[in-house]
């Protein structure tokens, strides 16, 4: 069957020799937002994502074929975990015709919370990104997964020092991590949720803010034990291979954030 292209005679312009000499190590689509089907905790959600799609394009190619970026957004027709992630990026560089190339998504998704006393569900929304990287022809791609975690984190030097509580806020817990095995994204969730001072819930009732407060004040932790804590958890984790952590907290006293990350190369 002939296409439509051929069929007029347009020539293809990208698919012309370029004499530079110079290749690209990353040429393609940013910002693109497009829906997403994925898998979490057993269940398939619905989400938006960010994508970022590119390839890395040899000094003789003078362009890539930036439609077949979104023509490949558009075939996939089932939701996406790391095994189908690996599966889909390997299709990916195959219609762009290229050797290494990188996918990056980035999207909310929900887990349902069940209140610590009251028992009450509702959904708190966490921010998740998928990375899928190949640099080498031939080579099985890197699967990166990153997660941010809302958590609540209590001052453990205002607690000694002061007569009256102590301070507390809202921390963000962001885990970077390179899978050498699947892992599920309410799993990696937990690594940063168990080592807080408490975490949170979208809806509690008197019962449950009377035990997360008490929680976190039994649980104090600077911004340097979180992210410690967090990072000894990856360290046990035999499915996980490089990784970052980094814990923000949104000082409550303080018109600036406290800091901290952790690496592992």
Not at 87 to 105: I, K, P, S, Y
Request: with cysteine.
């Amino acid at each position: 069957m002939t296409n439509l292209t051929d069929a007029l005679h347009i020539p293809d312009t990208q698919g012309a020799r370029d004499e530079r000499r110079l290749a690209i190590q990353r040429v393609g689509v940013k910002d693109l937002r497009y829906p997403l089907q994925l898998r979490v905790a057993g269940a398939v959600q619905p989400t938006t994502a960010q994508w970022t799609l590119d390839v890395a394009l040899p000094a003789e190619r003078k362009g890539t074929h930036m439609s077949r970026f979104v023509a490949w957004l558009e075939a996939l027709d089932s939701p996406l975990d790391a095994a189908a992630l690996r599966d889909q990026h390997a299709r990916m560089l195959a219609l762009l015709d290229a050797e290494a190339g990188r996918v990056e998504a980035a999207f909310t998704f929900f887990l349902r919370k069940r209140a610590p006393v009251s028992g009450v569900q509702s959904l708190l929304d966490y921010q998740g990104r998928w990375v899928a990287e190949t640099t080498t022809a031939g080579s099985p791609a890197t699967l990166w997964a990153e997660v941010g975690v809302p958590v609540k984190s209590l001052c453990p030097c205002s607690k000694e020092i002061a007569d009256y509580g102590a301070h507390n806020q809202r921390s963000l817990v962001t885990i970077r991590a390179e899978l050498l095995q699947p892992l599920e994204w309410h799993e990696l969730v937990r690594f940063a949720e168990d080592e807080a001072s408490s975490e949170i819930w979208p809806m509690l009732k008197r019962t449950d803010e009377k035990w997360v407060t008490e929680r976190a004040y039994e649980n104090p932790k600077f911004v340097e034990d979180l992210v410690r804590d967090v990072a000894l958890r990856l360290n046990r984790e035999p499915r996980v291979g490089r990784y970052t952590v980094e814990v923000e907290n949104f000082e409550s006293i303080h018109n600036h954030s406290a800091y901290a990350r952790v690496e592992r190369a």
